[in-house]
């Protein structure tokens, strides 16, 4: 990298940081508390990843994720999850019409709510796995295949599927191959008690919050790149990876715990992700290169669904975030 090229970058970080206080705010306007979840879908729509959020009804979810497309100035479309819905209820369906000019009958593709760039996937866990698949190949290629033909989705294409982790009964709970294809998994809790008063306080009012788009597609665009510029250091990326490969209970050298209470660990989409949320994380705070710290932070959203426990984890009523508090305290970082 010349040194024009860097200044530019430096210059870019700061920009970023600047627009992160600025959007920050703007949703704080609507969203009460919740800092983290906001930060964890900021760092995933920069990092060009996908977020699926856990938390029970009434918590704001789908507000949150309108708030932040309207924030951003990104095309949202919501997409409510059934029994009975079909992949092309999703991805679009060709339709026969009229050419009047010719008198002839054609195709015609009519393209489904997926052509967006902010998706939310409300319930992902109710629609059969074919259905589930349509989607998840769109977040993989961001392209939708119909007919034969393919079409490209907007950029950027940002993916949010909710789960509600009360109601089990009558769902088709997301294959592990398929949860990987999600960099965060974004646990959505109870507010605190000043901050619910504040909610009831601010919903019950007939005042509406007056929302700034504060960036634009494309400049979200530029700053996905530039967060693949982000250079770190080898030693965190060791950090990094070791971390991942010490939840597999094959791996030699594994702690005891990962081996009595974990059946398949993290592959090394882990590793990646783990970096790029780390990157992602620095220059949003307006450092020009990531810390241990961020790989921390990082761990809990993208190993957390990526952790198979076993019987016995299930028996000694230890889950993966455990694991995962546990895994942070065991491998250190080499100097």
Not at 125 to 152: D, F, I, S, W
Request: proline share 7%.
């Amino acid at each position: 990298m010349s040194p024009t090229e860097f200044e530019s970058d430096i210059k870019a970080v700061e920009s970023l940081n600047d627009a992160y206080a600025r959007i920050t705010g703007e949703i704080s306007k609507v969203i009460i508390g919740q800092k983290e979840v906001i930060d964890q879908l900021l760092i995933s729509l920069l990092s060009s990843g996908h977020c699926l959020l856990v938390g029970v009804p009434g918590l704001a979810k789908t507000l949150l994720i309108s708030t932040l497309a309207d924030v951003l100035n990104l095309k949202f479309n919501r997409i409510q999850f059934t029994p009975d819905l079909m992949p092309s209820d999703i991805t679009g369906t060709e339709i026969i019409e009229d050419d009047h000019s010719t008198g002839k009958r054609q195709f015609r593709f009519v393209k489904g709510p997926v052509f967006a760039n902010i998706i939310l996937a409300d319930e992902i866990n109710r629609t059969p796995p074919k259905t589930q698949a349509a989607l998840l190949q769109a977040m993989q290629e961001h392209e939708v295949t119909a007919a034969g033909q393919t079409y490209t989705l907007d950029e950027p294409f940002f993916v949010l599927a909710t789960q509600n982790p009360i109601e089990q009964e009558g769902t088709y709970p997301l294959p592990e191959a398929q949860l990987d294809r999600f960099m965060f998994n974004v646990f959505v809790d109870y507010p605190a008690q000043d901050e619910e008063e504040q909610i009831v306080k601010s919903t019950t009012t007939g005042a509406e919050a007056k929302l700034n788009r504060i960036l634009s597609p494309e400049e979200i665009v530029s700053f996905q790149k530039l967060v693949r510029r982000v250079p770190v250091s080898d030693h965190l990326v060791k950090y990094a990876v070791s971390l991942v490969r010490a939840t597999r209970p094959n791996e030699p050298g594994a702690p005891d715990f990962v081996k009595n209470w974990v059946n398949w660990g993290a592959g090394p989409r882990a590793s990646q992700f783990l970096i790029l949320a780390a990157k992602t994380r620095a220059i949003l705070e307006g450092r020009p290169t990531p810390g241990p710290e961020d790989v921390r932070f990082a761990a809990y959203p993208v190993l957390r669904h990526r952790i198979v426990t076993s019987f016995n984890a299930e028996a000694d009523g230890v889950d993966s975030m455990e694991i995962i508090r546990r895994l942070l305290d065991a491998v250190k970082v080499e100097k």
